[in-house]
């Protein structure tokens, strides 16, 4: 089944602990793209990846960092994250959007619920 | 900064109905637009895209209407169902080298029975 996965789904961290979220996706997408989604905001972007080491950044990269050492996964790392990351975030992929006739069609992941307390 | 916003935020729709969801837009230069819909719990899925260098698209229960001249959006939904109860969002792309979307903020749409 084609899909984006997400890990993990929910976690409570606390201030200056560093983490990850995974993201992986089975279609073999170029594109992939981490977003955060805050009430009344819409989807903001964090980072984006045109494919293997490729990367760069969205709207609101400030205290994210991203990596793409491979096609099928883009971590998200927060160094040292704080209350104000507290946030769904969407991990999506797509073919590449270079193309002039490709949709931007993005696959989206779960989702994941992170509380920064 | 410019951005894609949304007319209303909640639409509430009795089942069987059309539903139109408006977006509006204030980039001249985007040249994509897509819809997405997001289901409780889940993440957006696609609906349906619409490049600049048209002004309809149909899909299945679906139409996107683009009006360049005032910069304007819509989504219909034909003959709304309960599985239509979601938030609906628009975004848009201003092409070049920037593949990034900007999306809007969101429309509720309610079924009522």
């Known amino acids: 089944e084609a899909q984006v996965t997400q890990n993990p789904r929910y976690l409570i961290t606390v201030t200056g602990k560093k983490l990850t979220v995974t993201c992986s996706q089975n279609?073999?997408?170029?594109?992939m793209s981490w977003y955060r989604q805050d009430p009344g905001l819409g989807l903001r972007q964090i980072y984006y990846?045109?494919?293997?080491?490729?990367?760069d950044k969205g709207d609101v990269p400030e205290g994210y960092k991203v990596s793409r050492k491979e096609k099928r996964n883009f971590p998200l790392i927060l160094e040292s994250p704080s209350p104000n990351q507290t946030s769904l975030y969407f991990c999506?992929?797509?073919?590449?959007?270079?193309?002039?006739?490709?949709?931007?069609?993005?696959?989206f992941g779960p989702g994941t619920r992170l509380t920064v307390t | 900064g410019e951005s894609v916003g949304l007319h209303l935020p909640t639409l509430s729709v009795q089942e069987g109905d059309n539903s139109i969801i408006n977006c509006a837009y204030s980039n001249s230069a985007s040249d994509y637009f897509i819809w997405y819909k997001q289901e409780s719990g889940k993440g957006p899925q696609f609906i349906i895209d619409i490049r600049s260098n048209m002004d309809k698209r149909q899909g299945q229960r679906v139409t996107v209407l683009l009006n360049k001249t005032v910069k304007h959006l819509s989504l219909q939904i034909a003959a709304t169902q309960p599985g239509d109860s979601a938030v609906y969002f628009c975004?848009?792309?201003?092409?070049?080298?920037?593949?990034?979307?900007?999306w809007g903020a969101g429309t509720k749409l309610i079924i009522k029975p």
């Open positions: 975004a848009e792309n201003i092409g070049g080298s920037n593949y990034q979307l900007i």
């Open positions: 279609m073999n997408h170029e594109y």
């Open positions: 990846s045109m494919n293997v080491e490729v990367t």
């Open positions: 999506a992929s797509s073919l590449s959007p270079t193309t002039a006739s490709t949709s931007y069609e993005q696959y």
